[in-house]
């Protein structure tokens, strides 16, 4: 039994097509069908059969997909034993993390890591909440963020490493910046700018309207914290900023809503048998020390300088 016909079965059952395996393990699509057929010839039984313009695995295909996953653990366990055995773990480590959180996690990570042989590759992606899971299929670390329960997670190794709390960001001067915190009848009487519908951050705009029985009145939809900060500086406009990373010496206040829970996880997702590598194991032990320190320094309440 060939072990990569296995890990080939896996991956179409991950990306869900052929031309989607082929690209992301630098193959044509010919390539990839043909060593298809030589799985099938060795397990002497069809593994794929066609669904519209592509294919799909068969009964058999979706048992052995399932199946290689363990294989590729206990693989990924031996080579982290002999990592272990051999002294210094080395390797590329690769790492996809929503910019906001990468922020306050990021610069200790590799300062840390940079005296080792383990070399971080980073890329910062910032996308809908649920889409997360889906990119532990090519990188080794993915850092996501929830209010809830992760979506999505069925089968990942899931390790929250911070819960951090999400504010309303105003100008200084800002008629709701005199009182310490907010209720949600207030933030419906301001307009906001929102983030995309369903990011984490619009959870907030969401408890907002539950509690008050009011809509929210959004004037933009962005994604990018440090743009969202620069308008609310010269609006009378709010956000919902992350309390850790957002400056609140340039020009900000932050303040809580009261009576609801606002925090977000952020949390690292793996697929099992790349969280197995030593080199991997050893980054996220630097994620969650990063964390510990970021939580330690991070105030009670919002800092500000004005307060009533």
Sequence with gaps: MDVRHLELLRELADRGSVTAVAAATHRTPSAVSQQLRTAEREFGTALVE??????????????????ARGVSRALAEVQARFDEF????????????????????????????????IQLECTDVDISEREYAGLVTDF??????SLRRPRGALN??????????????????????????????????????????GYP??????????????EVTITQRLRDNRLIEA?????????????????TNAGLVLRPIAGLDTGRH?????????????????????????????QSRAPASPPSHERS
Excluded: N
């Design 140 to 145: 080794d670390i993915v850092i996501g963020h």
């Design 156 to 197: 990942l190794r899931t390790t929250i490493l911070a819960r951090e709390p999400l504010d309303i960001a105003m100008r200084v001067g800002h008629k709701l910046a005199r009182r310490r915190q907010l209720a949600a009848r207030e933030l419906v009487d301001v307009e906001w700018y929102g983030v995309p519908l």
């Design 201 to 214: 951050f619009d959870t907030i705009r969401l408890a907002v309207e539950a509690e008050s029985g009011r």
């Design 86 to 117: 051999r002294g210094q773990p080395t390797g590329v480590v690769t790492l996809a993390a929503l910019p906001s959180a990468a922020t306050f996690l990021l610069p200790q990570v590799l300062a840390e890591l940079e005296p080792t042989a």
């Design 50 to 67: 066609p669904e519209g313009r592509g294919l799909r695995l068969t009964d058999a295909g979706r048992l052995l997909a399932d199946e």
């Design 231 to 247: 308008l609310v500086r010269e609006s009378d406009r709010v956000a919902v900023l992350p309390r850790f990373t957002t400056p």
């Design 266 to 294: 952020v949390i690292a997702m793996q697929r099992p048998d790349r969280a197995e590598r030593l080199a991997v194991r050893r980054t996220l032990e630097a994620f969650r020390r990063a964390a510990a320190a970021a």
